[in-house]
């Protein structure tokens, strides 16, 4: 039992549960990459079918964005397991005596997951929802390709929207669900996918919900990854930034504002 303030455990079975540390008001996983792969792999083996299990990546500008957006903040909070998907989740935990030690990054996740089920779990299936059409039509050749033991249940792009109607929620759920799949990659950007994950895990037919933001985009080459080394030490939206300094200067400003709410914050 952790007694330290600012941890608990949380059940995010089956049988299992997983240490968390509190970061400006929501629970991280203190796990490795390695170790949530493993849970996740545990998630996907229930032969039972039942309430989907959701995780979420939460970085410096997530959060911010969370603190203007309430049903984005329930999202982050419902889900089954929060990874520190950035350097400054890192920074922060280290900064109030934490024991969250390494990034675990959307991308990283996304291919070592898809490995570990195409070398232990054959014949799972997956669908993919989110990206243009270009994006879809890449990402299903390339994952048919490196995970051939993986059965694509299905990849939709859907319209462009800034939020889904009541009646578009309904046609794609019945789309997912229709494919029957394992896994659900949902890739329509952040806050909108984790909100729709979450106002829908009910209704999806699944076991896993993994909503990952740009990942389709990197997995195909369309955005460019940095080198490993550049990844291992997090800094993946450093060498983003400096690709894009405009759009997304705004995550830049938010990582400042998360990190000195964190340090004005901490009780000593």
């Not at 933001?213 to 955005?223: E, I, L, S, W």
Request: glycine content about 8%.
């Amino acid at each position: 039992m952790i007694t330290e303030p600012g941890f608990s455990r949380r059940s995010t079975g089956p049988n299992s549960r997983v240490a968390l540390e509190s970061i400006a008001g929501f629970e991280f996983s203190t796990l490795s990459l390695v170790e949530t792969i493993g849970v996740m792999h545990a998630w996907l083996a229930v032969d039972e079918p039942g309430t989907a299990r959701m995780f979420v990546c939460g970085n410096p500008h997530s959060l911010e964005v969370a603190r203007r957006d309430a049903p984005f903040a329930a999202a982050l909070r419902g889900a089954d397991l929060m990874i520190p998907d950035g350097v400054g989740i890192v920074v922060a935990s280290k900064f109030l005596h934490g024991r969250i030690r390494e990034t675990v990054c959307g991308p990283d996740v996304f291919v070592r997951l898809s490995r570990d089920m195409n070398d232990r779990l054959p014949g799972k299936r997956v669908f993919f929802l989110g990206g243009m059409q270009a994006t879809i039509d890449a990402l299903t050749a390339k994952f048919s390709l490196d995970f051939p033991n993986l059965v694509i249940a299905g990849a939709y792009s859907p319209p462009f929207r800034s939020e889904f109607t009541a009646g578009e929620d309904k046609e794609l759920v019945s789309r997912v669900n229709a494919a029957r799949p394992d896994l659900l990659w949902i890739g329509l950007g952040a806050p909108k996918q984790e909100k729709w994950a979450f106002r829908n895990r009910y209704r999806l037919s699944v076991r896993v919900i993994g909503p990952v933001g740009a990942v389709f985009d990197f997995y195909t080459g369309r955005v460019k990854l940095p080198p490993v080394f550049v990844q291992r030490l997090g800094l993946i939206w450093l060498f983003r930034f400096f690709q894009q300094p405009r759009r997304l200067w705004n995550r830049q400003v938010n990582g400042v504002k998360f990190l000195c709410r964190v340090v004005l914050g901490r009780k000593n």
